[in-house]
């Protein structure tokens, strides 16, 4: 006998469904920042019973270590997630769930970790650890809103094609404007060939991040060829109507593929920052916790 289904079932779905689509500031309904924000509301509470008799709270004081201790941890379980975030098929909690709390625990570590050096800086490496995980925390914010934003913006501007499918695609439009440059003479044959053999797609850091190429010979081949379309006998419209067309063409495809690989630069260069400073803020906490114990 078939199971019937269950009466939640939709509602389940749906449920899921939301889950989904909801971005990480929103998943499960803010779950996350209501916890930063009871953490945050703790330590300030704490720091401010501190101050009742007088006393001027800094790191050395009982309520500095507890602010401490909890603020190392935090340091601690952030990195962890730059691990858990790569075992896909581990078990436990989804990636979406450590990134929500990953976002918003590592913000409410910036009050957590200044309460804790009670606003007393020097040049020393307690202050160097804590420079080090704002720069972090900063990097995190700005990575944050380059991974909401430049996802989206990836999949508009493929219009369903991936960078190698534009590829082969400019690679046959190339092919298709040397047979129609063929009965055109010998000037536009060879803008045709040296947009086929020059254009470059990426290149150095700079073509890489304005997502262009201020030297396209491709570009130039469409502007010669124009040029060049008005002040030829018009027998050959029709040929250059084509080759112009199918350069149109390829000069599209061409934005298209720059746009993608600076969309993709964008999270590379992001991690390229993050990642180094994480691990610079974890070797300066290891110094700034071996200090403490010594000098206790």
């Not at 501190?50 to 941890?73: E, F, H, K, Q, R």
């Not at 050096?117 to 720069?135: E, K, P, R, S």
């Amino acid at each position: 006998m078939a199971k019937s289904p269950s009466p939640n079932a939709p509602r389940d779905r749906n449920q899921a469904e939301d889950q989904k689509h909801q971005s990480i500031l929103e998943y499960k309904k803010f779950h996350y920042l209501k916890w930063a924000i009871w953490t945050v509301a703790v330590a300030v509470m704490t720091y401010a019973v501190s101050t009742l008799n007088g006393g001027v709270p800094d790191g050395g004081t009982p309520i500095g270590y507890a602010l401490g201790v909890i603020g190392a941890l935090l340091i601690v379980w952030l990195m962890w997630f730059g691990i858990r975030k790569r075992r896909y098929g581990g078990t436990g909690a989804p990636v979406e769930d450590w990134l929500s709390a990953h976002v918003y625990l590592g913000i409410a570590l910036i009050a957590v970790a200044t309460l804790h050096t009670g606003f007393q800086f020097g040049w020393n490496v307690h202050t160097v650890a804590y420079a080090l995980m704002m720069f972090v925390i900063f990097s995190g914010v700005i990575g944050l809103f380059v991974y909401m934003r430049v996802p989206g913006l990836m999949t508009q501007n493929r219009r369903g094609m991936t960078l190698e499918q534009m590829m082969r695609e400019i690679s046959s439009l190339d092919a298709e404007c040397r047979a129609a440059a063929l009965p055109l003479g010998d000037e536009v044959n060879q803008l045709v060939l040296e947009s086929a053999e020059r254009t470059r797609i990426g290149g150095g850091i700079r073509n890489m991040l304005l997502g262009g190429d201020p030297n396209c010979p491709t570009e130039k081949a469409s502007k010669q060829v124009q040029y060049l379309a008005s002040h030829t006998s018009t027998d050959q419209d029709e040929g250059f109507r084509a080759l112009l067309g199918l350069l149109a063409r390829k000069l599209d495809l061409l934005a298209r593929a720059r746009k993608d690989v600076r969309y993709k630069s964008l999270l590379d260069i992001w991690l390229y920052f993050h990642v180094p400073l994480s691990f610079a803020l974890i070797g300066a906490l290891v110094a700034h916790v071996v200090s403490v114990f010594i000098y206790w």
